[in-house]
């Protein structure tokens, strides 16, 4: 932690006088004339617009998602935002591989010697769209991997002695229980571990979800998602980026899944689980095949990030860069049985995009911008996995090394008066200082990761810029509540549990125009003293995720 980065900022905060050594990161007059424009109604208005019906649910690529993507280029004007392309234009286009699961194709059966055992697709198991073939066919030997993970960190390797060339490997959600939380996340990814199966020859995966996550989500949660689209962007060879063409046979089981096929192979599932929370490894051939079939409805589409720049007062660090996120997709139009298939996504997230037009704006009211250049880049395909920030952390529009910092906000509920802020990810670097300074000035908390075991860090767009060695932040609204009327933690549980990835999260859940209001120049202040640091920000000394992707 950056200590000297850090006094100077409380200086300012609590001193009335001014020094030549404190003015240079902020101009306090400027700062709280800014600060003043950030107002919650503004904030709901652009919510009340990008949530609305004639969105359809903006999910990327589609008519509607481009409706979102015009009103967004009509505020960047409004704003002042400066194009950054050399093509001038806001966009940043992206070609992007779809694909989707014909459902009535998907079959799965498990066979050993003259046996055969059927699974029923959604109540068993389900698959998605391939990034392969348009047909597939598989029949081919299961070995299961424990959580598929190599770490050499903890001398933990699930493919020791293994030879998985041409095998469907049998695995675990997460990662070990022993391993330290950052590690955890890190390591549970679902691209990370299909990487590395690929890249050891495997031709397929089949999921197991552990307790853990069955817990965290049940089984009815993922059947809306059947036949909706899966993407990947293209990459200049023609191939999608991750895509594994190569893992033919893959599917995700239920309970009642992973116990038929446990049972089948006469290994008991709840010993797998109980010797692996204990720490206790072992791969093995589970001498049985599985079958599995699927047909793909395949195209190439288009979706754009939309990105605008404020350029920095200072000559010396104009060329460096902030950056702000949001994702401005959510999920479309799907099936509920309700009547009403349009999951507006209010919440998620045109309350993300809301803010960061509203910061956007206060830094435009500026008349002296802040001294790095400051970019705002609303994304797209976050919910098919990460893909427009991804597009954009490995194509960038400026020099990746000059990228200094990534303030992302996804999902910040906002139906309370909000007095506190989670950034996933501060500990790891010296944004800490930046978030702490910032909420500290407006009288609000800094509260830790309420549930680290959710690996939220790297859930959302701030971990493509992670991944890229550039330090980031997930920032969130927590849920402390000014009014002791409201109880913060029970409505941010619920609308986790009753409203995320639904229709209902819509317009007519509640909203706090102070909430919004004070998170928003939370939000603001973090990325105005980043901005305006004499030094760039750092990764902490020995941090894995520093160590891991900015050695």
Not at 165 to 184: C, E
Not at 318 to 332: F, K, M, P, Q, S
Request: hydrophobic share 40%.
């Amino acid at each position: 932690v950056k200590t000297k980065f850090l006094t100077m900022i409380l200086a300012v905060l609590f001193c009335a006088c001014s020094s030549e050594e404190t003015d240079i990161y902020i101009d306090q007059q400027a700062k709280n004339s800014a600060l003043n424009t950030i107002l919650g109604g503004d904030i709901r208005a652009h919510i009340e617009i990008l949530a609305d019906d004639d969105m359809q649910g903006r999910e990327a690529g589609t008519e509607g998602y481009q409706r979102a993507v015009n009103y967004v280029i009509d505020q960047y004007k409004a704003i002042g935002l400066k194009p950054i392309s050399d093509s001038n234009t806001y966009l940043q286009p992206i070609n992007f591989f779809e694909t989707r699961l014909i459902p009535e194709s998907a079959e799965m059966s498990l066979e050993k010697n003259d046996q055969s055992l059927k699974l029923i697709f959604r109540d068993d198991f389900i698959q998605s769209g391939s990034f392969g073939d348009i047909e597939e066919r598989i029949n081919a030997p299961l070995i299961f991997v424990g959580y598929g993970i190599v770490a050499p960190e903890y001398g933990h390797d699930d493919y020791e002695n293994l030879d998985v060339k041409g095998k469907i490997l049998v695995m675990l959600s997460g990662a070990p229980p022993s391993f330290g939380t950052d590690q955890r996340a890190f390591y549970s990814s679902r691209g990370g571990k299909a990487a590395v199966a690929a890249s050891r020859g495997a031709t397929g995966i089949i999921r197991v979800r552990t307790p853990i996550d069955q817990k965290r989500f049940n089984w009815e949660r993922y059947l809306p998602g059947i036949g909706s689209p899966g993407m990947r962007w293209i990459q200049q060879d023609g191939q999608p980026f991750e895509g594994h063409p190569e893992l033919i046979g893959s599917a995700l089981l239920s309970e009642s899944g992973a116990k038929k096929l446990f049972d089948f192979s006469n290994i008991n599932l709840e010993e797998i689980f109980l010797t692996r929370e204990q720490g206790i490894t072992g791969s093995f051939d589970m001498n049985i095949n599985a079958k599995l079939a699927r047909r793909s409805l395949q195209r190439e589409i288009s979706s754009s990030n939309v990105i605008g720049l404020f350029t920095g007062s200072d000559p010396d660090l104009r060329d460096e860069y902030v950056i702000y996120t949001a994702h401005l997709d959510h999920i479309g139009v799907r099936p509920t049985g309700s009547g009403d298939d349009i999951h507006n996504g209010a919440y998620d997230n045109a309350a993300g995009i809301g803010i960061i037009l509203d910061i956007a704006q206060a830094v435009g009211s500026m008349p002296i911008k802040p001294r790095r250049s400051i970019i705002f880049a609303a994304v797209t395909a976050e919910e098919k996995g990460l893909q427009g920030s991804s597009y954009f952390a490995k194509n960038p529009p400026v020099a990746v090394n000059n990228i200094l910092a990534n303030v992302n906000i996804d999902m910040p509920y906002l139906g309370f008066p909000v007095n506190d802020v989670v950034a996933f990810g501060a500990e790891h670097s010296s944004l800490y200082d930046a978030v702490l300074a910032a909420t500290a000035e407006l009288g609000m908390e800094l509260t830790p990761d309420p549930l680290p075991h959710e690996v939220r860090f790297v859930r959302s767009d701030q971990f493509s810029f992670v991944k890229a060695g550039i330090p980031a932040i997930g920032f969130k609204a927590g849920s402390q509540s000014l009014d002791d009327n409201y109880d913060g933690d029970h409505m941010l549980d619920d609308f986790l549990k009753n409203h995320y990835h639904k229709a209902s999260d819509d317009l007519s859940l509640s909203f706090s125009h102070e909430g919004a209001e004070r998170f928003a120049r939370a939000g603001f202040l973090t990325g105005l003293y980043i901005a305006n640091d004499e030094q760039r920000p750092q990764w902490n000394e020995n941090d894995f995720f520093g160590e891991k992707f900015a050695p």
